[in-house]
């Protein structure tokens, strides 16, 4: 069946590093791929998603790009804030047009 | 727009017992549904629906019970509770044909001890 996996957490890193999140899937047929994030006491909310290979999805300064040819989709940003602190889930949708998650990474970003 | 909302935001249940976890979305989505979050888990699908009148069991549906009556509400009932049950509780809802972005309660935090 569909699987996501992500890098396990948490991650801390100083207010204006560089962030990567690394993300890998399986599924039959041609998913579609999203980023979400859960703020501190509040559900998830969408942040980006690609439909297609090679589709680069971006919010916030965030990005990440579909890679077909490594089953990826690696989340990034450039300078991250306090403000970013949160867990980040990468998702797909199959063939059963249901969301499947990765287990999230709990992001803590420091002054 | 309230958007999606749950009650309760926490709840301390003893084995045996029995509770309704509410959801509610003012968004007119057509589908809504039901994930439990456990520590160093991904969410799992409970229930789902499509809407109103008509359910369907996602990945870990046993131990739940839903109805879907009118487009807004979307009730979870946990008929005999049991410590496998401790986690914390979403409801979601989205558009039928974006059903990828779904909008997500706060939550509900649920012990069974």
């Known amino acids: 069946g569909d699987s996501v996996t992500q890098m396990e957490g948490p991650v801390t890193l100083s207010e204006e590093a560089f962030l990567t999140i690394n993300c890998t899937y399986t599924a039959t047929g041609y998913p579609s791929l999203f980023w979400y994030v859960q703020y501190p006491g509040e559900g998830l909310q969408l942040l980006l998603k690609?439909?297609?290979?090679?589709d680069k999805g971006s919010n916030k300064g965030f990005e990440a790009t579909y890679r077909k040819e490594t089953t990826s989709f690696h989340l990034e940003k450039g300078s991250v804030q306090v403000s970013d602190s949160a867990v980040y889930f990468c998702?797909?949708?199959?063939?059963?047009?249901?969301?499947?998650f990765g287990t999230g990474t709990r992001l803590q970003v420091t002054l | 727009n309230a958007g999606v909302t749950q009650t309760p935001k926490f709840r301390i249940l003893k084995i045996g017992q029995s509770m309704t976890l509410q959801c509610a979305q003012d968004?007119?989505?057509?589908?809504m549904y039901w994930y439990r979050q456990d520590p160093g888990m991904g969410l799992k699908l409970i229930y789902y629906?499509?809407?109103?009148?008509?359910?369907d069991k996602g990945e870990v549906p046993n131990g739940y019970n839903v109805s879907r009556s009118t487009t807004e509400d979307f009730p979870l009932r946990l008929e005999l509770a049991a410590p496998s049950q401790t986690s914390v509780y979403f409801c979601?809802?989205?558009?039928?044909?974006?059903?990828?972005?779904?909008?997500f309660g706060p939550g509900t935090r649920l012990t069974v001890t």
């Open positions: 998702a797909l949708t199959g063939t059963a047009s249901k969301l499947t």
């Open positions: 979601a809802s989205s558009y039928w044909d974006t059903s990828y972005e779904q909008y």
């Open positions: 690609a439909t297609k290979a090679d």
């Open positions: 629906s499509v809407g109103a009148g008509i359910t």
């Open positions: 968004m007119n989505h057509n589908y």
